[in-house]
């Protein structure tokens, strides 16, 4: 590969090589492209958005330099890309050579002189309206050394055209596009610009995923359908059967214990006509109107039916099921995430056409089949694209609320029971499934019923079913023929029939639709899928409909369009405080390990959002970040790249860094948690964790511009007009600040802590030290504690390093950490004398944290404290002592009675001691205190106390008699390494 550098500034302004490109087209053909986008139809709204993306065609380029097989792929959202030698911007372009051409449009928002520079390892050339903004194609397509090149440009939508290409084999292929306006700082060219006209007529009937952006049925959006629907699952299809290379088919549910699960009379609906159940649904009808095929649709309907699981889910009887609050129930629903991806029971399904509705669900399952679903998305479906919100370990109470909600939902007119049909259709259709087959001399020796089901078995084994799904061990008797090399010619047969014959499938498929399929199936026999990551990425954000929560440069999706129909915005708060962040451009915002890590549900950058990122099938995400890196043009090499900045930095940088991230300085940490110590009000992301999550240029570029990439952030522009917030640091300088923050932010959890001024009005014992120092006895603080201990927390210090978070509202023990005690007020001074100007923050490391979602007392008749409403509360005092401190409050157990509870903790050498001490004046039943999600040692109460533990983390107490009081005293271990681990409970019980 050849390549040409040239000095350039890097953007942290230190002298780096640049790659430079090399371009591939002759002018002549880019010209003739460009001449239709130039022209306005005469009907065509001049100020029309069009749609997001460019349209992208890619073909395969043949050693004569012509070009082979040719695709067109209307999802590239940026004219960027980062390939291995061996990828290929498409499956059907085998890797190698090949060439890349771009169409659409670009928005300038600002008219001027733009200069566009270039970073790539294959020939570019670009065009944008009248002029070549770049071109590094010699004569005969050699390559040569292009300069960045400054055009004219007005305001408004001006054509773009843009051609790479590839042609070395060996070489990566890389490409990515900066532009800068006159006076202003360089950009990559975003997402936002770029789009395509919005076509003339949508294709009828054409899903959202596959809709054309032209009139003409193409390549992609057939092989789309192909692979949604699953046909290599039945016949051989190049490029796309495992056969030739391709990944296993994605298995649709599990057939066996289905009777269990579902009624049978859902099941009858379902199979008669998929699609009139749910809209979208991939799954064929495959049974006709004749009698024949009815007494099939009945015979497989009894035999599904008749499926029972071994491990069966049982459900509880009606009358024991607890109704949720419906209206709190949705309102979670829509916090967590479902309306992204459903509409809920009461909604007009009508308006959201590309959700799947939850409506009716009782008619078809029952809670306890619907809670295992929800908790465990692939128990019964193996390739689900529902993910993992894991409430069974985080929100288990409302998972049952959930699955109780909506397996109470019913229709007005109950499903009607299948009836079979009458006459002789059953041995007649007996007769022909089993004319050469043993099982045909035994129908008289069957009751009816078992008729039925054994020919439903037949039924299904014959009509394909288990070609997608899997049912024991046993094999599909459907044998379809190849579709390799059909042509035109078999449009009409078939699966590709308007109107199809058994054994065929009907899909219900358009003639757009069908012409599309046809042309993704004129693969040659022998081709291969070739490794194509930015396309497997496209792929895989649509599969798991990533684009329902995140903007993905497309607009919103569907949950930032329908969360606040759910949850009204509190004081202070944006759409952005509800909804995810945006995907757009996320590639060169974060390293690729990063993205993977929160795909994976291993990392969670805003831990505070109601909002969760859920888990995925490893099969459905593999690779996912990569793939979006690459997406952005970025290459995987860049990760090392970014780990080895952090060593070029100076002492004198990180020092400097570390005023300006202070209250002094660019005031960050106003907003922004840092080395695990959380901000007030709206929380930001932890400072300390952003090298080496995301890249240095995007933190250069979004400190200097931020309502670039997120318009109406909060984030202040703290360089406006090429001037510091703070200039008394490095002359104002913003590149030099911005390189000091990111030295000083790349220490991470070991760099030292702002240094700020304490508030005029703090309590700081032993001088003018802000920090709280237990000396020879505990110390007793109160204040705001966010994410700790809430609006009144109410914190304890003690000589032996070990501290306690109590929150005085809910009268529960929250945290305990270790180290340095804590600081209050000053650090996070918004100036507004709310409670957030003496937060009370905690110094050292956290340790230990309650469970946040249930209280830690209930009263009888639940069977943990997740089944009960909290307790009133009243809290009373909290005391230290020379050797001893806590908190005293007391719980209203029923109407007028109530419970005096003393908390008494105690620093051990292994952990801390927590001693409860239990009084009442009346007689009260009995109570559980629910420990979960803690690692405890063992418990030592006085005599007759503590009843058996229901499980681990739970401990019963007694009924209380007349003047009764009682003690439970618990020890707490502190987890090897600061890492928590749940271990067994060893109770003990004295006599």
């Not at 050498?909 to 009346?922: P, Q």
Request: aromatic content about 6%.
């Amino acid at each position: 590969m050849r390549r040409f550098f040239a000095p350039t500034v890097s953007p942290l302004g230190n002298p780096t090589p640049l790659r430079r490109t090399f371009a591939l087209l002759p002018l002549v053909l880019l010209a003739c492209l460009a001449a239709p986008l130039a022209a306005q139809d005469d009907e065509e709204d001049e100020d029309d958005p069009g749609l997001p993306g460019l349209m992208a065609t890619h073909a395969q380029l043949l050693s004569t330099g012509r070009d082979g097989l040719t695709v067109v792929d209307t999802a590239p959202q940026r004219l960027a890309l980062s390939l291995a030698s061996d990828e290929s911007p498409h499956p059907a372009i085998p890797a190698g050579r090949f060439r890349t051409i771009y169409m659409g449009r670009l928005f300038v928002q600002r008219a001027g002189k733009y200069t566009f520079r270039v970073e790539t390892t294959g020939g570019f050339q670009l065009d944008v309206g009248p002029h070549q903004a770049f071109n590094n194609v010699g004569p005969e397509g050699s390559e040569r050394p292009a300069a960045p090149t400054t055009v004219e440009l007005k305001y408004g939508f001006v054509p773009l055209v843009a051609t790479y290409t590839k042609r070395e084999p060996t070489d990566a292929a890389e490409l990515r596009v900066f532009w800068q306006r006159e006076g202003e700082a360089e950009f990559a060219l975003p997402i936002g610009v770029l789009s395509r006209e919005r076509p003339k007529a949508a294709a009828k009937g054409m899903p959202p995923a596959v809709a054309p952006s032209t009139q003409e049925p193409t390549f992609e959006q057939g092989r789309r359908l192909v692979a949604d629907h699953r046909c290599a699952a039945c016949h051989e299809v190049a490029g796309l059967s495992s056969a030739a290379g391709a990944a296993p088919v994605p298995r649709a549910a599990l057939l066996p214990g289905i009777g269990d699960r579902i009624s049978e009379a859902w099941i009858h609906r379902w199979l008669a006509n998929p699609k009139a159940v749910r809209r979208l649904a991939t799954m064929p009808d495959l049974f006709g109107d004749t009698p024949e095929e009815q007494a099939d649709l009945y015979a497989a309907t009894k035999y599904l039916g008749s499926l029972k699981d071994k491990k069966k889910v049982v459900a509880k009887p009606a009358a024991e099921v607890e109704r949720p609050d419906a209206a709190a129930v949705r309102k979670s629903m829509a916090s967590v995430g479902c309306v992204a991806c459903h509409t809920l029971p009461g909604e007009d399904a009508a308006k959201f056409p590309d959700l799947r509705p939850l409506t009716n669900l009782g008619d078809k399952t029952t809670a306890a089949v619907l809670e295992k679903r929800i908790a465990e998305p692939r128990a019964y479906h193996p390739s689900s694209r529902m993910p993992d919100f894991e409430l069974d370990k985080e929100q288990p109470k409302l998972l049952r609320d959930i699955a109780a909600y909506l397996a109470d939902q019913h229709a007005t007119e109950a499903l009607p029971t299948p009836q079979a049909p009458a006459g002789d259709l059953l041995e007649q259709r007996w007769n022909t499934l089993f004319a050469d087959d043993s099982v045909r001399g035994k129908f008289e020796q069957m009751a009816e019923d078992e008729r039925w089901r054994v020919l439903g078995s037949r039924v299904v084994e014959t009509r394909g079913c288990l070609n997608c799904h899997d049912l024991d061990k046993r094999t599909t008797r459907l044998k379809a023929p190849s579709l390799v090399g059909v042509g035109d010619a078999k449009v009409g047969l078939g699966c590709l029939n308007a109107a199809p014959q058994t054994p065929a499938a009907s899909y219900s498929f358009d003639d757009g639709q069908r012409v599309a399929v046809v042309k993704a199936l004129q693969l040659p026999a022998e081709q291969k899928p070739a490794k194509a990551p930015l396309y497997t990425a496209q792929r895989q954000l649509q599969q798991n409909q990533c684009t329902s929560c995140h903007n993905s440069g497309g607009g919103e999706g569907a949950f930032a369009k329908r969360i606040l129909s759910f949850v009204p915005l509190g004081t202070d708060q944006t759409l952005h405080d509800l909804a995810p962040p945006n995907l757009a451009g996320i590639g060169e915002k974060l390293t690729a390990k990063t993205m993977q890590s929160v795909i994976d549900g291993k990392t969670r950058a805003r831990p505070w959002m109601a909002l969760r990122m859920p888990h995925f099938g490893e099969e459905t995400i593999k690779g996912l970040g990569t793939g979006l890196a690459a997406l952005d043009g970025i290459s995987p090499e860049t990760d090392a790249d970014e780990a080895n900045l952090a060593a070029t930095m100076s002492d004198e940088d990180i020092e400097i860094g570390r005023q300006l991230v202070g209250r002094t300085g660019l005031n960050c940490v106003s907003c922004h948690d840092i080395r695990g110590i959380p901000s007030i009000g709206v929380r930001g992301p932890d400072l300390a964790r952003v090298p080496g999550r995301v890249r240095q240029e995007w933190f250069r570029n979004w400190l200097l511009d931020p309502q670039r990439f997120a318009p109406g952030t909060r984030m202040p522009t703290v360089f406006f007009g090429g001037k510091s917030a703070a200039p008394q640091y490095l002359d104002g300088d913003p590149e030099r600040q911005i390189a000091a923050l990111w030295a000083y932010l790349s220490q991470g959890s070991k760099m030292e802590l702002p240094s700020l001024a304490p508030p005029a009005n703090a309590i700081v014992p032993g001088g003018e030290n802000p920090r709280f120092t237990p000396t020879d006895r505990p110390l007793i603080a109160r204040g705001f504690m966010p994410g700790v201990a809430g609006l009144r927390g109410v914190a304890i210090g003690t000589p032996e390093k070990t501290h306690f978070a109590f929150d005085s509202e809910r009268c529960v023990l929250s945290a305990a950490w270790t180290g340095d005690f804590a600081e209050i007020g000053g650090w996070f001074d918004n100036g507004r004398g709310t409670p957030e100007d003496n937060a009370l923050k905690p110094l050292g490391k956290i340790v230990w944290r309650a469970p946040t979602d249930i209280p830690t007392i209930v009263a009888d008749g639940a069977q943990s404290a997740s089944d009960a409403p909290p307790l009133a509360a009243r809290f009373r005092s909290a005391w230290a002592e020379k050797n001893e401190a806590g908190f005293a409050y007391r719980l209203e157990v029923e109407p007028g009675k109530w419970l005096d509870v003393e908390e008494h903790l105690q620093p051990t050498e292994k952990g801390f001691r927590r001693k409860f001490v239990f009084r009442t004046d009346v007689e009260l039943p009995t109570l559980r205190m629910t420990l979960a999600d803690l690692e405890w040692t063992g418990i030592v109460v006085t005599p007759k106390a503590l009843g058996p533990a229901s499980k681990v983390g739970t401990i019963v107490v007694p009924p209380f008699l007349l003047g009764e009081s009682r003690e439970i005293v618990v020890d707490y271990d502190f987890p090897t390494g600061g890492r928590h681990a749940k271990s067994e409970a060893k109770t003990e019980e004295t006599k």
